[in-house]
């Protein structure tokens, strides 16, 4: 009896074992079956009008600013273990899915012949130097170089080929090629004529001095860049004759004449264009991306004063994968609680968009306690009247301005949830044009109206002075 319980235990066990041993075997199966299935539906996206933005399962969520300006920007760790960053250029399925985003890669006799021997210089930024280049269709391109010392990496410059191979929207940077050749690392982008909207907002030099002043002297090369020949050696004694503060910088250049202003109906049109571009990101995109590092320096303008967001390195698709990719941006644009949480999400993007739009109403740099300004304004109905941009008093629409100060608020609420979405910021954005041209049309009609009714009476007057002459005309004088 004794022996026949052990048999029925050690039966009871072994069934127990081959059970676990199964299901084992069913979940390693499934788990198999879901990563392969994912591998084969990313190749097969590649030739479709999705938009994956995974590169095989790997996030690629990134630590780049390569934007002409030199915006401070927080260093994340990367994903990519560093033992294998150095042979990354020779991983054959990153290669080929870069080669098989559909955009052209140039080799680095083409770059140089289109940049005149990288002689034409655009700007610095942290990914390296900016060049202006003719390429070989004819078309002007702005080169970017990653330099041999930049805090970039191969990450950086994988995601932006991965992400703009697939994401095509008119307020979207266009990448129109890149370079892969060896050691070198190049980014061919659409060219912008009018720079960045920072650069539009503060002006080229100014911008650049800012750095200066906050003692980023190292900066000073590259600011002279931005200047024709003839003002190098002024500004130099200048910077070396004054203290580098913002009033000093300042003073300076506008003795150096009046830099490009942005009208009212500019800027608003540009806050449109931005809004635009990131609802495709948010809303259009397919996994959603998260921008994460939005900024006036990463808003770039076309020939017809036309926005469109820029920079891609940082962006992540809005898909949670259970790791922390750290804390990533540019500060005076991160969203406080993302900072707190380490948590970014479009809501955090949504933050960053209305720190742009405050620069266009106030044109005050976020390093320069732009939210101080905006929570004394807030005290008031009219408090934004005070903070306005002193180029475009009397020049613009209170209503309007205050109208967008009041989307830009939303925008900043504390509570990520409490903020709009993109959709509903585009919207409110374009009610205020709409507003505008309504009355515009009210008013061409009104006109129109009037000049009838005064033609008419012109008509009339000239026929009763015809009337008044025949009359006087046929008067028979007495005899």
Not at 146 to 167: H, I, W, Y
Not at 254 to 278: C, K, N
Not at 407 to 432: D, F, M, N, W, Y
Request: charged letters at 20%; aromatic letters at 8%.
């Amino acid at each position: 009896m004794k022996q026949q319980a052990n048999f029925v235990i050690i039966g009871i066990s072994a069934g127990v074992a081959v059970g676990i041993l199964i299901a084992s075997i069913i979940y390693c199966a499934i788990k198999w079956y879901k990563r392969h299935s994912h591998l084969r539906r990313c190749a097969n996206e590649r030739s479709s009008t999705t938009l994956p933005i995974r590169i095989h399962g790997l996030d690629t969520s990134v630590n780049l600013s390569a934007s002409i300006s030199n915006s401070n920007v927080i260093q994340g760790s990367g994903l990519i273990p560093r033992s294998a960053k150095s042979s990354w250029w020779r991983n054959h399925r990153k290669d080929h899915f870069i080669s098989a985003s559909g955009i052209p890669r140039y080799s680095y006799k083409d770059i140089q012949k289109a940049t005149q021997n990288f002689t034409n210089l655009l700007g610095q930024g942290s990914f390296g130097p900016v060049y202006k280049a003719i390429m070989p269709t004819g078309g002007v391109a702005a080169v970017k170089v990653l330099a041999s010392d930049s805090k970039q990496g191969e990450k950086e410059f994988q995601t932006e080929v991965a992400l703009l191979g697939r994401l095509h929207h008119r307020n979207l940077v266009n990448l129109i090629g890149y370079c892969v050749d060896k050691s070198q690392r190049m980014l061919v982008y659409e060219f912008m004529s009018n720079g960045s909207l920072a650069n539009l907002i503060y002006g080229t030099v100014q911008d650049c001095f800012y750095d200066l002043s906050m003692g980023s002297s190292g900066l000073f090369p590259e600011c002279l860049s931005y200047l024709p020949k003839i003002t190098k050696g002024k500004v130099h004694g200048h910077i070396q004759a004054a203290s580098a503060s913002v009033y000093s910088v300042n003073k300076f250049i506008h003795a150096l004449g009046e830099e490009q202003v942005l009208s009212w109906d500019e800027r608003l049109q540009i806050a449109l264009d931005i809004s635009h571009g990131i609802e495709y990101l948010h809303e259009g995109a397919v996994p959603p991306v998260v921008h994460r590092d939005l900024k006036s320096a990463n808003i770039l303008l076309d020939h017809s004063m036309r926005a469109k967001v820029a920079d891609f390195g940082l962006s992540k698709e809005d898909v949670y994968d259970g790791r922390n990719s750290g804390l990533k941006g540019t500060y005076g644009y991160i969203d406080p609680e993302y900072m707190s949480t380490n948590k970014c999400t479009m809501k955090s993007d949504i933050y960053s968009f209305g720190i742009i739009m405050f620069e266009l109403i106030t044109a005050i740099h976020p390093h320069q306690n732009l939210m101080d300004y905006i929570n004394l304004a807030a005290m008031s109905s009219d408090g934004i009247d005070e903070i306005l941009d002193k180029r475009l008093v009397g020049q613009c629409n209170l209503v309007e301005v205050r109208a967008l100060a009041s989307i830009a608020h939303k925008c900043l609420h504390k509570t990520p949830r409490k903020r709009p979405s993109i959709g509903e910021v585009s919207q409110a954005i374009l009610k205020i044009k709409q507003r505008r041209l309504a009355k515009e049309d009210t008013m061409s009609f009104a006109g129109d109206n009037l000049s009838q009714i005064m033609s008419r009476l012109g008509s009339q007057n000239i026929e009763l002075s015809k009337l008044a002459g025949v009359h006087e005309g046929n008067e028979i004088t007495p005899g």
